[in-house]
Antibody
Framework: QVRLVESGGGVVQPGRSLRLSCAASGFTFSHYGMHWVRQAPGKGLEWVAVIWFGGTSENYLDSVKGRFTISGDDSKNTVFLQMDSLKAEDTAIYYC?????????WGQGTLVTVSS | DIQMTQSPSTLSASVGDRVAITCRASQSIDTWLAWYQQKPGKAPKLLIYKISSPESGVPSRFSGSGSGTEFTLTINNVQPDDFASYYCQQYNTYPWTFGQGTKVDVK
């Protein structure tokens, strides 16, 4: 079955770190661009980061550049988002998504809450 | 950054109506525009890519059109399952950006 499953969300204090995981099944993630997209409570969608073809290139939203790092593990068919120096404005549901013709496959999302 | 502006923000419709959502880009995005549907508590679902190409399995009542900087998602014969939020997205230039969303609700 082709699917993405995110994990690793939770409640974290400002300034702390969290690592999200996105496990891919039914396809090889390194054959695609894999993205993280977030959605703050009651708000719209915001693209966050991409890793292409298992790590040949990456790109980030300016507001997370230098704080977030996207990476992949071929052996686990998993994409990660390391989030450091978290801020209250990073509070959101984080989705991973596969770039096919568009974002044709999404995970169910994992909630990150940054609060003291 | 390329700004994507959707209108209207909210649209009230009845079953059987034909509705249109507009998305304007702040600069040309070539053909790299997609549309997504999102229901409460769920991940977005791809409807249309490259302006007008339907994703597999998407009902034919959904169609996309436009060029350059102005694009439209049209829903013909709105069905009960179509009441949801809709987002456009450009994937021409990083950061890839979404419109603010259009909520289609029951009139």
């Amino acid at each position: 079955q082709v699917r993405l499953v995110e994990s690793g969300g939770g409640v974290v204090q400002p300034g702390r770190s969290l690592r999200l995981s996105c496990a891919a099944s039914g396809f090889t993630f390194s054959h695609y661009g894999m993205h993280w997209v977030r959605q703050a409570p009651g708000k719209g969608l915001e693209w966050v980061a991409v890793i292409w073809f298992g790590g040949t290139s990456e790109n980030y939203l300016d507001s997370v550049k230098g704080r977030f790092t996207i990476s992949g593990d071929d052996s686990k068919n998993t994409v990660f988002l390391q989030m450091d120096s978290l801020k209250a404005e990073d509070t959101a549901i984080y989705y991973c998504a596969r770039k096919g013709p568009g974002f044709d496959l999404w995970g169910q999302g994992t909630l990150v809450t940054v609060s003291s | 950054d390329i700004q994507m502006t959707q209108s209207p923000s909210t649209l009230s419709a009845s079953v059987g109506d034909r509705v249109a959502i507009t998305c304007r880009a702040s600069q040309s995005i070539d053909t790299w525009l997609a549309w997504y549907q999102q229901k409460p508590g769920k991940a977005p679902k791809l409807l249309i890519y490259k302006i007008s190409s339907p994703e597999s399995g998407v009902p034919s009542r959904f169609s996309g059109s436009g060029s350059g900087t102005e694009f439209t998602l049209t829903i013909n014969n709105v069905q009960p399952d179509d009441f949801a939020s809709y987002y456009c997205q450009q994937y021409n230039t990083y950061p890839w950006t979404f419109g603010q969303g259009t909520k289609v609700d029951v009139k």
